[in-house]
Structures are given as C-alpha cells and as structure tokens.
C-alpha cells in the first residue's frame, strides 16, 4: 500500500518511454486501483486495490493503450468522466513524456479528488485544467477553456486525444463521441467496449467502428471471471472516415493520423 504521493512519484519517475508492454503491465497494479464494482476486477490484483491512483481499467488492456500511443503527436488530452483521475494520471504522464507542453483537461461532474489536486498543485502546476461539470451541458465548451483561454468549439481551439468514461448510457456516450469530433480530435478512447454490464457502451462501438477506417480495440480478459469486462477502443480518426464530411469544418489544416 502506498500513499498518493508515493504513487505519483514513481509515476512521474517511471521510464515509459524505454518500457516494454509487459513492463507496463506488470507495474500498473502498483501504483493502486479502484475498488469500485470489485466483482469486474480479478481477485489477484485485490490487494493494489482502494489506494494510491486508484485508475479503474484492467492492466491488460491499459497497458497496450498506452504503448499504442507512445510517440503520438499530441498537444492535448481530454478525460470525460475521470473519476478519482488515475487513468488521467497515467495517459497524461505517458503523453508528458513526448511533449512536456500538453495542455490537458479534466471533467466530470464530481469536485476533483485528493489524488488529482496533489497532481495538480506538487506535480504539474501547469497547463492542467478541472472542470466540474456535466460534459452534455449546454455551457460545456464555453466552459472548457484552456492555456489561450479560448473557448472550445471554435476553430481555434482543439482537443487533440478524448477520452470518454463518463455518463454510460446511449444518449451521453452519443454526446460525448459527437463533442470530441467537433474538438477536431485526431484520437477518440471508448470505454467498457466489451464489458458485460454495459450495453450502450458495446452498442456505441460497434456503431462507431461502422464510421472509421482505423480503429483498435484492447480488450484482453483475465482468466477465471465469468464474463467479459471493461475494454477499451481506441478510433484514429481519417478524412476517409464516413463521418468526416460532417466534421470537415473542426478539423482545419490538421495532417490526420501523424
Ligand atoms: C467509470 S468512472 C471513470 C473512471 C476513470 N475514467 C478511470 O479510468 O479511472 C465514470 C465517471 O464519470 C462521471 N460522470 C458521470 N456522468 C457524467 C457526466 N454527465 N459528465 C461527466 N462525467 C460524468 C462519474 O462521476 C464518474 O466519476
């Protein structure tokens, strides 16, 4: 068991740049999970679990997203529905690692917990932003500013990788996939894609893979549980892709998939 703190620094210390998957995968348990929903999560990963990050994905899926994403030109992360803020954490630290200037954002509609006010104040400071608000909200780009202080949604401002984990039902995950193509995101993160407890989350990706050209699923199981749970999509989104024309306009000048 560790302390937040102790979780963060070996966090931000960690080499994930030079790490292999499985090195990736077998150190992710250790900087503390979530213990929510405790019958999704295998029984062998019980004792990392309720400290340190507390980041709520299977170190099996995380881990590949995370190693897809090395090297990606990525100058901003958006996190729908970030919870205690570890999977933040983590997919902000390996996006640090390339490009120290990443303007990254936080929402969900609880106040940010310990662990990301202690990342925020001792460990970035900067170009790091919580917003405390439902992301289906009316005011929700006007809202979400950042380093510019523009608001989002116009041409001038985008959101290079979203993540969306927040609101699981059909019509918010809809909004969600729907407000990160109007970001101009080059990268779009689905969550519980496989997971047996959540349908609309397994509807919506299977819908969304209909309308991109590339996308990537890392939803690898563990053995003994008695169904398939969690699972991440990953979409990378094209000019060829047949949503793109709808989009065109929030996506100027950008050179897609780098
Ligand atoms: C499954 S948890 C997220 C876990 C987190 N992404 C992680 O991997 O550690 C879902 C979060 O979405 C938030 N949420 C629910 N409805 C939301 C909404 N309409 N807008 C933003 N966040 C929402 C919840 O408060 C909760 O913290």
């Given at each position: ?8 620094t ?74 205690y ?23 969900d ?11 925020q ?7 790091f932003?919580y ?47 729907v ?7 080059k ?18 990706w ?14 690898d ?38």
């Open positions: 068991m560790k302390t937040i703190r102790q979780s963060l070996e966090i931000v210390n960690f080499d994930f740049v030079n790490a292999s998957q499985k090195e990736i995968e077998d150190i992710l348990p250790t900087f503390g999970m979530n213990n929510e929903y405790i019958s999704e999560i295998p029984p062998m990963f019980s004792k990392y679990m309720g400290w340190g990050i507390k980041f709520w994905q299977y170190p099996n899926q995380l881990s590949k997203l995370l190693c897809h994403l090395k090297g990606k030109k990525i100058n901003s992360y958006l996190e729908i529905g970030v919870r803020g570890g999977t933040f954490v983590l997919i902000n630290e390996l996006l640090k690692r390339y490009n120290n200037y990443v303007e990254s954002h936080c929402v509609i609880i106040p940010p917990s310990e662990i990301l006010h202690t990342y104040h001792e460990f970035v400071r900067d170009r932003y917003h405390q608000t439902p992301s289906h909200s009316s005011t929700f780009f006007d809202t979400l500013t950042g380093v510019d202080q523009m608001p989002i949604g116009r041409t001038t401002k985008k959101i290079d990788l979203v993540f969306i984990d927040g609101c699981h039902t059909y019509p918010c995950v809809k909004h969600d996939y407000t990160a193509l109007i970001l101009g995101a990268y779009i993160i689905f969550h519980d894609i496989s997971n047996r407890n959540s349908e609309s989350t397994r509807l919506i299977n819908e969304v893979k209909k309308n991109h050209k590339k996308t990537y699923e890392f939803i199981q563990y053995e003994g549980m008695d169904a398939n749970y969690l699972g991440i999509g990953l979409v990378e989104v094209s000019p060829e892709d047949a949503v793109f024309p709808m989009f065109e306009s929030n996506y100027p000048g950008v050179t897609l998939s780098e």
